[in-house]
């Protein structure tokens, strides 16, 4: 075997001294504490008549902080030990289950969710107050200033063990099905409810549950102006008319949502002229080659009973081969494969946003809600909801809050921290890589601790950069 001679005299210890791994940890810790959510979880998880060794804020916090850094599972708190000389000493594993505990007990959910509402409300106030501003989503070229969009979508985590509350899943599978709601805008998960595996795609109980949840966890000043997308599992009567309802003077809602296709949709379709069909609009306004859009609202023959003010698209594009298994009758005779969208965007279209009347807009600011599966889902899996690490239900549902707080930590440091487009819209992977596991080496001398990254780090000054800005942050009232 060819030897390269790159090990030579090298002699490898574990005696070093001052070292911190992970170093991006104190990136998240400084954003909790700006934004005051370790001393709102800090006050909303005190129990009378207790007095433990460590802050159960505290606890949450550390734990939000290490599932970022890549924890799935209670232990892996012990990444932050090292740590200790900055933060204080480290939570065990555990007093890391009985934080979890208490935060996943029905009694401490709401108070939970005041403490990340309030602090969510100065983040966003920061945010919008930064040189960048709040980030406006930006549809086919056309931003839609103002309006806050929230993703509802179900997932899948799976158990490789008996849990509380683990059923067999639609998917053939076995563990759990949650139901998230998530702001586009931020990337932050607003809200999330645990479900067991066989808890149903199209239930409109748990979506008004989590929709509540979600718009109350959305600051006053921007709930003026809500857009609310779900896919066709989450579509029914019941969802569009309590979405028709949350409309008033001074707040606008409005949304966009899959449909069912039925025989009666398939005749309405078949009566669209050839001439109305309308090549279909990219992301970035350009015109779509095979993909046409059209509205059928006013020959779909159903739309009777549902409520006024619904408008019907539909959207046509090419089968691909392994598409072609599933088509109906009705599209293997046309050639095309077809997709219906229910919304009460106006004929008028949104206010503020040209073109927006357009069918080609609707269809295409719904499509942008497959964002959801990379930007949301994706993005909780990536941050501790890819496996649920206790065997009882409540400890798994104070997990679940842990993750939404990593989130939201993840959100805030982005969006506070980093101002260059690459970073403030980097994935948790690139966040990771770059920033977060960045090693460094802690210094006293002359009463000061200093913290020593690497010169030579292509992203260090990204990384002091996002310490400095998040230091200078205004304190909560």
């Known amino acids: 075997m060819k030897h390269n001679g790159w090990d030579d005299a090298l002699k490898v210890t574990a005696g070093g001294k001052g070292l911190v791994g992970h170093a991006g940890a104190i990136l998240l810790r400084k954003a909790a504490d700006q934004a005051g959510l370790t001393d709102g979880l800090s006050c909303a998880l005190k129990e009378k008549r207790t007095s433990p060794l460590l802050d159960r804020g505290i606890a949450i916090v550390s734990m939000a902080a290490a599932i970022a850094l890549g924890a799935t599972s209670m232990s892996d ?17 555990p007093t890391v289950r009985r934080a979890l505990d208490l935060a996943g007990s029905p009694r401490m959910l709401d108070r939970i969710a005041r403490a990340r509402a309030k602090a969510r409300a100065h983040a966003w106030a920061l945010i919008a107050a930064a040189a960048t501003g709040f980030p406006w989503l ?65 239930t409109f109980t748990d979506h008004k549950e989590i929709l509540a949840a979600a718009l109350r966890q959305v600051p006053s000043r921007f709930r003026r102006k809500i857009l609310v997308r779900v896919d066709g599992a989450g579509a029914s009567h019941d969802l569009i008319k309590h979405l028709l309802s949350l409309n008033t003077k001074r707040k606008k809602v409005l949304f966009t949502t899959g449909w069912m296709i039925t025989a009666a949709d398939e005749d309405a379709i078949a009566m669209v002229p050839a001439g109305v069909w309308k090549p279909g609009t990219c992301q970035d306004g350009t015109a779509e080659e095979d993909k046409d859009v059209a509205e059928i609202t006013h020959l779909l023959t159903r739309a009777e009973n549902w409520p006024d003010g619904l408008r019907f698209i539909v959207r046509r594009v090419k ?115 770059r920033i977060w596991h960045l090693p460094a080496r802690l210094v006293r001398h002359a009463r000061q601790r200093t913290l020593n990254i690497s010169g030579d780090w292509p992203w260090a000054q990204a990384f002091l950069d996002c310490w400095h800005r998040l230091c200078a942050l205004p304190a909560p009232a």
Request: some cysteine; glycine content about 10%; proline content about 6%.
């Open 77 to 93: 708190i012990a990444l932050l030990a090292h740590l200790a000389p900055l933060f204080g000493a480290a939570p065990s594993g």
């Open 138 to 202: 930006a549809v086919a070229g056309k931003v839609l200033d103002g309006w806050v969009v929230i993703d509802m979508d179900a997932t899948l985590v799976t158990a490789h063990s008996a849990k509380e509350g683990a059923a067999p899943t639609w998917k053939k599978g076995y563990g759990f099905h949650p139901l998230g709601a998530w702001c586009r805008n931020t990337r932050e998960c607003l809200a999330m409810l645990l479900r067991p595996g066989n808890a149903g795609s199209n």
């Open 319 to 433: 089968p691909s081969r392994r598409q072609m298994k599933n088509l109906t009758a009705f599209e293997k005779k046309t050639g095309w494969r077809y997709s219906v969208i229910c919304t009460n965007i106006p004929d008028s279209g949104i206010e503020g946003v040209p073109g927006s009347h357009h069918p080609q807009f609707t269809d295409v600011l719904h499509r942008e809600h497959a964002c959801v599966e990379t930007a949301g889902v994706r993005t909780a899996k990536a941050m501790g909801l890819r496996n649920l690490p206790s065997k009882t239900w409540q400890v798994n549902a104070g997990w679940v809050i842990a993750a939404n707080i990593a989130a939201d930590l993840a959100a805030w440091t982005r969006l506070l921290g980093h101002h260059d487009e690459e970073l403030r819209a980097a994935n948790p992977d690139t966040l990771r890589y």
